[in-house]
């Protein structure tokens, strides 16, 4: 029997990345944001891959079958734009498909993680206001206390969701305790913890702006007839 399917619903900018390393050094294959083969070749994002495993057999995770942990899931960049953790279809099918899967909410001060997202290339100043983001309209995000309120619903929604349900663990990723608490609830020891791609290390705001149509997955490619 396969271990459990471990499926985090943070949003971007939450620690996702911090987790994913944390599960590597943890000898799990991750999958965060972009799902890749084991030599590093590209697949396609992991929201996409979820929409069209779902959509094909009704199993979100039906192309990502060799992955142990999707740390990120959601995508919005050059026309893709899928946010897997806000549908509840699609998580019940995880759950339903994969008896045993945890669900992790990686979360932060909504403040704090409004700031990050701001600094964070153009996510914060252009493609979430550019783009149809569940809860978050088009034309919203560019308002003093609209991510932040976006961010608190989407927690408020995981809530509601998993009310009671003993396959969730909220988390903050500031808590000097997550790491033991993740252990606890998920049976994966974790040998590392820390702070993975902060801000400071990222590439200049805007610099996003160099993803080029070469650079989309092959499996993208071949099947994503939606794309702008």
């Avoid at 700031?115 to 560019?142: A, C, F, T, Y």
């Avoid at 808590?175 to 902060?198: H, M």
Wanted: net charge negative; glycine share 10%.
């Amino acid at each position: 029997m396969s271990a459990p399917k471990i499926i985090n619903l943070g949003l971007p900018k939450s620690g996702t990345t911090t987790l994913a390393t944390a599960f590597t050094a943890a000898g799990l294959s991750v999958a965060d944001w972009m799902h890749r083969k084991p030599d590093g070749t590209k697949v396609g994002f992991v929201g996409r891959l979820m929409y069209l495993g779902y959509f094909d057999s009704g199993d979100p995770l039906q192309h990502m079958s060799g992955c142990d942990a999707f740390t990120e899931i959601s995508v919005v960049r050059r026309g893709r734009n899928f946010w897997p953790q806000t549908d509840w279809a699609l998580l019940d099918a995880i759950r339903r498909h994969h008896p045993g899967a945890k669900f992790l909410l990686s979360a932060r001060d909504p403040v704090k993680h409004t700031d990050s997202i701001m600094r964070w290339s153009n996510l914060g100043k252009r493609r979430l206001p550019e783009n149809h983001v569940p809860g978050l309209p088009q034309w919203h995000g560019g308002k003093p206390g609209e991510i932040e309120r976006w961010i608190e619903g989407h927690i408020t929604f995981c809530r509601h969701v998993f009310d009671g349900a003993d396959d969730f663990l909220e988390f903050d990723i500031a808590d000097p305790g997550a790491p033991e608490k993740i252990s606890a609830f998920t049976g994966v020891d974790l040998p590392w913890w820390g702070k993975a791609n902060a801000n400071e290390n990222h590439k200049a705001a805007d610099a996003d702006e160099s993803y080029s149509d070469d650079d989309t997955p092959l499996f993208d490619q071949t099947q994503d007839t939606g794309g702008h």
